[in-house]
C-alpha cells in the first residue's frame, strides 16, 4: 500500500514554544490530507482537513489560530502547533487520501509532550 | 458523531478465528464499509474495505449483511501481532474524512 511519513517521529519543547509537524505522501500524490489528535486511551479525533493549495478545513471546536495547517505541495502537508501548553501533549496522525480514490493511509503519528 | 457501533472489547485464543462485529444500521447507499486497526502507539493500519459484497484480501475477510446494516470482520487465524484496537467505519470514498469511533480492543491469547 501507500506510505505516509511523519516526521519528528517524537518531540520534547517547552510550554510557550511552537512546533512544526510533517506530513509526506512518499509514494503518490494526495490532495487531501487529515489530520488527528488522540489522547492516551481515546479514539482518534479528527482536527481539520487539508487540501493542496487552499485553506484548511477545521473542525468545530479546533483553534485554527493554534493550530495551523499548510499544504503547500502533493505530497507534504504541514501541522504547527503555536504557542504549545502542556494540554497540547497528545499523539498527532496525519492521512492521506490514496491513489485509488479509496483508501487512505495513515502516517505512524508525532507524540508531542510539553513541559 | 461515529455512525457505529461495535463491542468494547472481546478476547480471542490465538490461532483461532477472530470474529469482530459491527452495526452501522444508519449507513447510506454511497457509503463504504471500511476496517482499520491500530497497534498501541502506531498510527491506524488498513484492513480492507467494502461497499455490498464480501470481500477477501491477505490479512482478513469482511462479511456484510444484505441489508448492509452490519458486517464482520474476521481475522481466520489470530496471532499474537492481531492484539490491537479495530476500528469500523463507514464512509464515501476515500477523498471523505474518517470519523473514528472508541472501536473494539481486541485481546489475542496464548
Known amino acids: 500500500g501507500a506510505v505516509v511519513s511523519q516526521h519528528p517521529s517524537w518531540v520534547i519543547c517547552k510550554s510557550g514554544t511552537s512546533v512544526k509537524i510533517e506530513c509526506r505522501s512518499l509514494d503518490f500524490q494526495a490532495t487531501t490530507m487529515f489530520w488527528y489528535r488522540q489522547f492516551p486511551k481515546q479514539s482518534l479525533m479528527l482536527m481539520a482537513t487539508?487540501?493542496?493549495?487552499?485553506?484548511?478545513?477545521?473542525e468545530q471546536g479546533v483553534e485554527k489560530d493554534k493550530f495551523l495547517i499548510n499544504h503547500a505541495s502533493l505530497t507534504l502537508s504541514t501541522l504547527t502547533v503555536t504557542s504549545a501548553h502542556p494540554e497540547d501533549s497528545s499523539f498527532y496522525i496525519c492521512s492521506a487520501s490514496g491513489p485509488s480514490g479509496n483508501e487512505q493511509f495513515f502516517g505512524p503519528g508525532t507524540r508531542l509532550t510539553v513541559l | 458523531d461515529a455512525k457505529t457501533t461495535q463491542p468494547t472489547s472481546m478476547d480471542c485464543a490465538e490461532g483461532r478465528a477472530a470474529n469482530l462485529p459491527c452495526n452501522h444500521s444508519t449507513i447510506s447507499g454511497n457509503e463504504y464499509v471500511y476496517w482499520y486497526r491500530q497497534i498501541h502507539s502506531q498510527g491506524p493500519q488498513y484492513i480492507i474495505h467494502g461497499l455490498k459484497n464480501n470481500e477477501t484480501n491477505e490479512m482478513a475477510s469482511l462479511i456484510i449483511t444484505e441489508d448492509r446494516k452490519s458486517s464482520t470482520l474476521i481475522l481466520p487465524h489470530a496471532t499474537l501481532r492481531d492484539t490491537a484496537v479495530y476500528y469500523c467505519i463507514v464512509r464515501e470514498s476515500g477523498g471523505f474524512k474518517t470519523i473514528f469511533g472508541a472501536g473494539t480492543r481486541l485481546f489475542v491469547k496464548a
Open positions: 487539508s487540501n493542496e493549495g487552499s485553506k484548511a478545513t477545521y
